[in-house]
């Protein structure tokens, strides 16, 4: 049994050996796992990014951003709901310099438009309005056609007929968790009034400045801009009517353009600041109230093992984007589609490159087909083994002959 013991031990070395040899990222088989899905999804165009050790390891760009023109690394995609991790951001570096307080009372800081009373006496805070937990309404927007007249921040606030109802408190401030793209929007205003400031350049300035992201906005792009935007897509493969995209006034929940690698430079600085204070725009400590997963300001924050990992998604008409990314491994990926049915394609391609890098919730750090092969092995030997025992027993088997001295390296079977 010794011996059994011995080479059942050498062959989980061997496996584990091959599984570290195989853990980098394998990028053929990760551009494979991309057009598959975008020839099964109906996806027209996707502009990857992957993070590794705090940095951009691996840019990629598939398909089209029209018929006839192919996505590039500078094609912009609408990040929709990816613009409210960055736009917690920026009024976390603003905090951070002292323009504003994230646990201010944001009645105090609004003057243009007032929050409707609601029978709630707790205080709402910026915080609370970029963690979701101001009990405001109002979850998305459907953005509007290129030919349609684009209201104010203070009429979305009001409500838009056939877009939005007024936005008010619908449950107590401070307790669960509800999604409100609706609660950034007044968080949005509370800061542009506070600060005499847009916030769309406060981001150019503070945020994409810094990181030298001089492709991504929050600005709005018209029909002139065609030829740098990918175009979005509904799930059936026609253009998004009325122009080719939507605009969306509402600023800090959806209205950012971007590219995947612009992106993921934005998520490795917010998690080198997490883990070791050596990011650009916030501190550590300001990182960690960013990303504390029991009140996140508009990232999305889970516990895993080892850590946290940070993620959202976003939801356009016409677009889908979506990242994952893990602070203590310094690793992540950014995907945006220029399609409805994209997040069929971001969520398998999360899971591949998860798979390869062996991020904590995958289980595995290895390629399934090497475990699987590396288990065969060793079940394959226990086998023979067990079988080969259980015949000795019953005496099928002659009996070792004694050992002598001789040449052989190993005694052999008489």
């Not at 969306?248 to 992106?263: I, K, N, Q, V």
């Not at 960690?288 to 508009?298: H, M, N, R, S, Y």
């Amino acid at each position: 049994m010794r011996s059994l013991t011995a080479l059942l031990t050498l062959l989980l070395v061997l496996v584990s050996a091959a599984c570290a040899a195989e853990s980098g990222l394998d990028t053929d088989r990760l551009d494979e796992v991309a057009v598959d899905m975008m020839k099964e999804h109906v996806v027209p165009g996707v502009s990857l990014a992957v993070i590794d050790d705090f940095a951009v390891a691996y840019v990629r760009s598939y398909g089209d951003a029209e018929q006839g023109r192919p996505v590039t690394p500078d094609t912009l995609f609408q990040a929709a709901s990816l613009s409210k991790p960055v736009a917690g951001l920026v009024a976390a570096a603003i905090a951070e310099q002292g323009w504003i307080d994230l646990e201010a009372d944001v009645t105090t800081m609004l003057t243009s438009w007032t929050l409707p009373p609601s029978g709630y006496d707790e205080t709402i805070t910026l915080r609370m309005l970029f963690a979701h937990r101001a009990g405001i309404n109002v979850p998305g927007f459907p953005g509007y056609t290129l030919s349609e007249d684009l209201p104010g921040l203070d009429r979305l606030l009001l409500g838009v007929r056939d877009k939005n109802e007024p936005m008010r408190v619908v449950a107590q401030p401070g307790t669960e968790r509800n999604y409100s793209g609706g609660g950034f929007l007044i968080a949005q205003l509370a800061i542009e009034d506070h600060t005499g400031l847009l916030f769309e350049d406060i981001a150019e300035t503070e945020v994409f400045g810094a990181l030298g992201m001089e492709r991504s906005t929050f600005r709005l792009f018209y029909p002139e801009d065609r030829a740098v935007l990918a175009v979005g897509y509904r799930a059936d493969g026609t253009e998004v009517a009325g122009g080719g995209w939507h605009q969306y006034p509402e600023t800090a929940a959806g209205s950012m353009w971007t590219t995947a690698d612009e992106y993921a430079v934005l998520v490795a600085d917010v998690m080198r600041s997490y883990v070791d204070d050596s990011g650009t725009v916030l501190d550590q400590a300001t990182a960690e109230l960013l990303l504390d997963p029991d009140f996140a300001v508009g990232f999305g924050v889970s516990r895993e093992e080892g850590g946290i990992a940070i993620t959202h998604d976003g939801a356009n008409e016409g677009y889908r984007s979506e990242f994952v990314a893990v602070p203590h491994l310094g690793q992540g990926v950014v995907l945006l589609t220029n399609s409805d049915s994209g997040l069929d394609l971001t969520s398998a391609v999360i899971d591949e490159v998860g798979g390869q890098f062996g991020w904590p919730w995958t289980g595995w750090s290895t390629p399934l087909w090497l475990v699987l092969l590396g288990l065969g092995l060793v079940v394959g030997v226990v086998v023979v083994v067990v079988r080969h025992l259980r015949k000795r027993q019953k005496g099928d088997l002659p009996a070792r002959s004694p050992r002598h001295t001789s040449n052989r390296s190993s005694p052999g079977i008489s």
